[in-house]
């Protein structure tokens, strides 16, 4: 199994450990991935609101690109990015005159692109390509007894819904529950974690993550797990500023499903990059049975 | 041939065809093709004087042919012939050139329109000299009747047409009749209560001397045509000899497997393997589930409890499935809905949070013969202190139905009235996007509502969902919802969401369809033949349809549309005889070299084969003129009347002389 892999820009910041655990793990499930080669920024968030049309033609190079690079599905493991590339190629399929926009730009820089680059998300992948029964098959530490809040974040499945349901995906509680976890009923999985609104109107992101974060602590969850780096910042690292808005005394743990996932699979720890998050995995490290 | 005089007659259809084609210079054109004697044009062609038009020319000028270019020909081409006949021609020497639906209606530019109704009209002008005088077939009728589904709409339709004298078969495929509204509790607005007002209508059904109850059956195949079907229908069986059980019950109270859920009562309470759905069935009598019954299902019911509990010893265990045959003139389609599966809108979390209901659950729990005795309980058998309805689920929705359900607003009422009625304490809210209260009487009971103190909150529900953000919401449903009319989000804790989802065509509605031999709308309900005139007929003459099966609609709608399929059918079979299209297929015996293929490929059983000319011959009264025959045979020998390969030729001659 081969996949052109595109990281995305929190992946060099804030996310590295996105990064650096999905390598370890795809490694370890015998995925390749080969990087894309001179990708840039996917087009997200600030783009999409302000210029439409730019950020279709910054994602369409991307996907120019490796529609030239090879045959491979184009993977993302942001939530941003993978929303962001496919709805570029969603816009072209449907207008014209999108798609005449983004090639007349494509064409200043020497290239085209016809639309049609098929994007994927990793858990798409993990999911549907390697099998939960493979998954299942590879586990050597189960995560038995570990309580995992699936958290997908608002643009896992929306609003396409391309490989789970828009509303309310359940493809991160199959994945969990095949590494022998006890995941937890997390209603609060598709809910906005406040995303860049952190920057502008912090209070408002704030009372956002505390929803997420009092609904991780009423189920008892030991661990939350995210799909994206924005959410997983967002729920980690402003955890302190949440207590002190809230009077709460949160410290859960927050993870990248694939550092949880690749524990699972006997990838050590500090390949996962866990020495990375910010609020202590200790706990959950000691709570997986060896 | 040359001699034929062609009369050309061109509707403007108002602006429906003239604002796009320019009749002036088509009618002028015709004047000019071959054989046309005359070419007019008129406003509305179908009115008296533009069909006097046709008949004028007729008797004055010697017309011999006409060709009328107006609608199509499933609208007005009865009426086209019928003046055509009143003016002397034989009615099938009139041809009707479809330039509205086929050209006017679908073409943009009015040049292109234009030129595009000269073509279609000229495939008519050369296929008419070749046209051949035919005679209607007269065929006899049969006068007993098909009713399918035991809803409130075929109920009311059977006895409606037994009152007449007809003979009438009920088909339903539930081991009682009563469809949905026999789970009903009240009905709105008049808050009648439902059973007091269906069963009497249900019990009169079941002794009627005219009415033939065929209960747990379902109609397998149909064929033949107006006046004149035959239906062969399986009755499943019942495991139970219906000629002696009494419905006493006692079997039910005896049967050891207890705990299967009641699809009468939506899964909210049980039934026992061995089963009389509801007190009032009709017909009062037991079927075996023979997947829950041990017997039937695994081979061993050490105790068979039933048949030592059964006085008059009707149980059955060798039934088998009967499948009866019967001829009939015609058919009422009653068929219903189902409600939609509200499981599918996943943010309101109906299957996976409890006391989130759907109004159909909510009927049952309301209803004092349902599972909680007409108790309004929450799953904790606690009353709820809060509920929040939420309109429109899965309807005016374009990621499901996009229609509106017609129906939803209104029982949405009466859910808070019989809240309120029960639990005068409990705080009520109404999720609307708007209120829909269009029948007689309904806006003053939605009035009467708002006076009892409801909670109306214009806003399409967000989520339901059991984070609890405050005190007050722990432990609790909350329901998170824009108020368009405050500008604000709300957070409303509830004990008991219901959602009022929306009305579904029955899952094999098509399938259903495809048996009888008509179509279904493109949002899934039958077909009707005409939106507004022939809203209770169907392309097929002599299937009629009624109730839900056609679109939502509530118990006065359905009804009344029971009544009026009742008459249409009335209409048909109190004849002794009707007439039937002359376009079928012909074989010419000289010519058939009785190959066979044909008699195999006839759906509609319509060819023979006679031995002593070795030849296949058409069955007259059960052709239907689909012309599969004149397509399938390898010398060309059967050909279809109106439709001779000659005329056809002809006519694509025509459309591209232009």
Partial sequence: MRYLYYPGCSAEATGKAYDISTRALMAKLGVELIELDDWNCCGATSYFSVRELDSFAIAARNLSIAQAQGDEDLVAICNACYTTLSKTNRYMAESDEVFKAVNGALGVVGRSYDGKKPVRHIMDVLINDVGLDAVADKVTRRLTGVKVAPYYGCQYSRPMGTFDDTEFPTTMDSLFKALGAEVVDYPSKLKCCGGLMMMTKEEGALRMCHELLKTAADKNADVIVAACPLCEMNLEAYQPRVNSTFGTNFKIPVMYFTQLAGLAFGVEPKKLAIDLQLVSCDDVLAAIPA | MAEEKIGVYICHCGTNIGGKVDVEEVTKWAATQPNVAVAREYKYMCSDPGQDLIKNDIKELGITRAVVAACSPTMHEPTFRKAASDGGLNPYLLQMANIREHCSWVTIDPVAATAKAKRILSAQIHRLPLNEPLEPIEVPVNHDVLVVGGGIAGIEAALKLSATGKHV??????????????????????????????????????????????????????????????????????????????????????????????????????????YIPFAQAVPLRATIDPAKCLTLSKGKCKQQTCVSACGPGAIDFEQKDE????????????????????????????????????????????????????????????????????????????????FCSRVCCMYSLKFSHLIKEHLPETEVYELYIDMRCFGKNYEEFYRRLMDEGVNFVRGRAAEVTDVALSPDEEGRLVVKTEDTLLGIVRRIPADMVILSAGLSPAHDAKEVSQIFGFGCSANGFYLERHPKLEPVATVTDGIFIAGCCQYPKDIPDTVAQAGAAAAGVLGLVDNDTVKVEPTISYIDPEKCSGCHICVGLCPHNAIQYNEEKNAAEVIEAACKGCGVCVSACGSNVPQQRGYLDVQIFAEIEGALAV
């Fill in chain 2, 323 to 402: 499948v009866v045959e019967l001829d009939v003139g015609a058919i009422i389609m009653a068929t219903g809905f189902e409600l939609w599966d509200a499981a599918q809108e996943t943010r309101y979390g109906y299957g996976r949070l409890d006391n989130v209901i759907t109004s159909l659950e909510f009927e049952r729990i309301s209803n004092a013969s349902g599972p909680t005795g007409g108790e309004i309980v929450c799953k904790n058998g606690e009353a709820p202190k809060s509920v929040v309805i939420l309109h429109c689920v899965g309807s005016r929705d374009q990621n499901y139905q996009e």
């Fill in chain 2, 169 to 274: 078969t009920l088909v339903e495929r539930n081991p009682s009749i009563g469809g949905h509204m026999a789970m009903f509790d009240k009905t709105f607005p008049t808050l009648d209560c439902a059973a007091c007002i269906l069963t009497p209508k249900m019990s009169a059904l079941g002794k009627d001397p005219n009415i033939t109850l065929m209960a747990y059956s379902e109609v397998e195949y149909v064929e033949g045509y107006v006046g004149n079907f035959t239906v062969k229908v399986r009755k499943k069986a019942r495991y139970v000899n219906t000629d002696i059980c009494t419905g006493c019950g006692a079997c039910q109270e005896a049967c050891v497997v207890r705990k299967v859920k009641s699809e009468f009562d939506q899964g909210l309470g049980f039934r026992s393997a061995i």
